[in-house]
């Protein structure tokens, strides 16, 4: 989160304001039914028999008194060779929103959020829907929709709600 497309190898990869003291993550996955094997990519072609996915996953981090939290629900569902259901919840919670950052050929570097919401703590989310369906066994048009809700402006864009 917040690595500016930075090497997450190199730590810390953006001075101090990358350096969190601690942080957790974790995800599951439950399939309900159909086999984990046609789990292993996005629509139905070559799955075998239905199926239904539903995964949940987590990250908390911590540095000093900023912190964030990250959630994630999804699930999928689809009939054999046929029909592909897919859909996203994503929210991220943070604490003293302290900015964003930015990268350039000198590197990252933060920029200073909203004033709306800079220090505050912030909710964003986001919503993903997808949908495909098999036609004549060959083709697979789908349906994609995406909604983002962000605090504030995010650096260089204009909110237009």
């Not at 000093?64 to 054999?80: I, T, Y």
Request: aromatic content about 14%; hydrophobic content about 35%; proline content about 3%.
């Amino acid at each position: 989160m917040r690595s500016a497309n930075t090497n997450f190898l190199d730590y810390p990869n953006n001075g101090s304001f990358n350096a969190f003291d601690y942080g957790l993550a974790g995800r599951a996955e439950w399939k309900f039914f159909g086999r984990w094997k046609d789990y292993g990519q996005v629509g139905a072609v070559d799955t075998k028999e239905p199926l239904l996915v539903v995964g949940v996953g987590g990250d908390y981090s911590e540095r000093g008194r900023d912190g964030q939290l990250v959630a994630a629900a999804d699930c999928d569902v689809r009939r054999s060779k046929c029909l592909m259901l897919y859909g996203e919840l994503v929210d991220r919670y943070t604490t003293h929103n302290f900015g964003a950052y930015t990268q350039t050929a000198a590197g990252a570097s933060i920029i200073t959020p909203d004033p709306l919401v800079a220090g505050g703590h912030t909710n964003e989310y986001s919503v993903l829907m997808e949908g495909g369906y098999i036609i004549d066994h060959r083709i697979e048009p789908f349906a994609r929709y995406e909604f983002m809700h962000l605090q504030g402006d995010a650096a260089g864009s204009h909110n237009w709600l």
